[in-house]
């Protein structure tokens, strides 16, 4: 049975939200500006997913505002005013009605009244109001957020104003997700598999990493993915050793292995899948023995996945693993050395954003949709392996979510080259 996601989704998420919220506190998520690429040229938009997570909106210049003051909740989406002349330009704004039958929200007012309602809400606390936004920073270089630059202006206006991270209890919600976005990473990864099948039967020495690439753009595009939750990476040779390379711009020689981490995404929810294949579709022997040890990682660290361990735990599996291999097969002399060919860690949280929001040390509870991808990387033999599959966690174990995409040897062989 196919789950939809509706309003319903929405207004569940809003309360269990505002069930967190204190008294006297207002939360304001803002969707997101359209940026400006050169002269009036412009970057495809793309929702704040924090605001996008309790609305089901993807639409730019858009507030959502939940206040709660004595116990009373309400909830009210600015939209932008209708314009005539724009609308022939770049169309027609987000409507009343359709906002409602996107996110079970029933008030709406307009960006030009924004100012104040919030100045409303801030009266009516009598100093008392904390203020949640959405105040996630990268990195410092960074330029500021509508909502850090709408945080500095109010904490000037309202000195009494306590100023909050919504951070923390939105990730508490979208770490746990519900059966409508689990069926979402079901549809995007299924969407990845048509993909990598597509650029396996296609492939053949001499081929431009972005040969393959293309026939991986084609499936997305044919099935309406217009925007990729992460660039993807198209690795051969001794690219495969440089864990975020993403020229794609190389040619696959006669005896290479490409490595492939990319996905698809389904209403902005992710799949991340990497496999490595031999781009003449024969493993060497070498080629053989290092991809049966990552293999073998892999599969052991996915039955360590269960409630009740942690994202750390599952990497201390991963690397237990590939010691004792890479011992055995001489590449290493002591365990001190792993470092020098397996330098990640093996898993982090998929959903709204590949790399979603998470904590390192909590848990694992059912219903968090996680990634494992041990690999190894070699860079003196230009071998860089990486498999990765998106992993559900159920109440007794874990459900391998992208279980139907090849990855032993003998599968992988058989379907490079061959076109159907």
Request: proline share 4%; charged share 25%.
């Amino acid at each position: 049975m196919t789950i939809t996601m509706d309003s319903k989704e929405f207004i569940n998420r809003r309360q269990k939200l505002t069930e967190k919220m204190p008294d006297h506190s207002v939360l304001v998520l803002f969707s997101g500006v359209v940026k400006t690429r050169s002269n009036d040229d412009k970057y495809p938009f793309s929702p704040n997913r924090n605001f996008y997570y309790l609305t089901g909106i993807a639409r730019s210049n858009l507030i959502l505002m939940i206040t709660k003051r004595a116990g009373i909740v309400t909830e009210t989406l600015f939209l932008q005013r209708p314009n005539e002349l724009e609308a022939k330009w770049t169309g027609a704004v987000l409507s009343n009605q359709e906002a409602r039958e996107q996110s079970g929200i029933e008030h709406f007012d307009y960006l030009d009244e924004w100012h104040q309602a919030f100045g409303t809400f801030m009266r009516r606390c009598e100093g008392k109001g904390m203020l949640h936004l959405d105040l996630n920073r990268y990195q410092w270089s960074d330029e500021l957020t509508p909502a850090e630059a709408f945080a500095q202006d109010a904490q000037k206006r309202y000195r009494t104003l306590q100023i909050h991270d919504a951070g923390p209890m939105l990730k508490e919600l979208r770490m746990v997700k519900s059966p409508a976005e689990i069926e979402e990473i079901r549809h995007a990864i299924a969407i990845t598999d048509e993909a990598i099948r597509r650029m396996w039967s296609h492939a053949h020495p001499g081929m431009m990493e972005y040969e393959l690439e293309a026939y991986y753009d084609f499936t997305l595009k044919s099935h309406g993915v217009r925007e990729l939750p992460y660039l993807p990476i198209i690795a051969s040779g001794i690219n495969a050793t440089v864990l975020h390379y993403e020229e794609n711009n190389q040619r696959a020689e006669n005896g290479d292995l490409v490595l492939l981490d990319l996905g698809a995404a389904s209403n902005y929810y992710a799949a991340d899948i990497s496999r490595t294949f031999p781009v003449n579709g024969r493993f060497t022997e070498r080629q053989k023995e290092i991809y049966q040890l990552v293999l073998e990682a892999e599969i052991k660290t996915i039955e360590a996945v269960k409630p009740g361990v942690t994202l750390q735990e599952l990497n201390e599996v991963t690397k237990q693993v590939l010691t004792d291999g890479l011992l055995r097969l001489g590449l290493i002399q002591e365990s001190s050395e792993l470092s020098k060919y397996y330098y990640h860690s093996v898993s982090h949280h998929l959903g709204l954003d590949t790399h979603d929001v998470s904590d390192y040390t909590a848990a694992m509870q059912p219903g968090m949709v996680i990634t494992i991808e041990p690999g190894l990387y070699i860079e003196e033999e230009a071998i860089g392996i990486r498999i990765e599959d998106d992993v559900l966690v159920t109440a007794d174990g874990c459900e391998v979510l992208s279980s139907q995409i090849p990855k032993n040897i003998e599968e992988v062989e058989l379907l490079i080259g061959k076109k159907e």
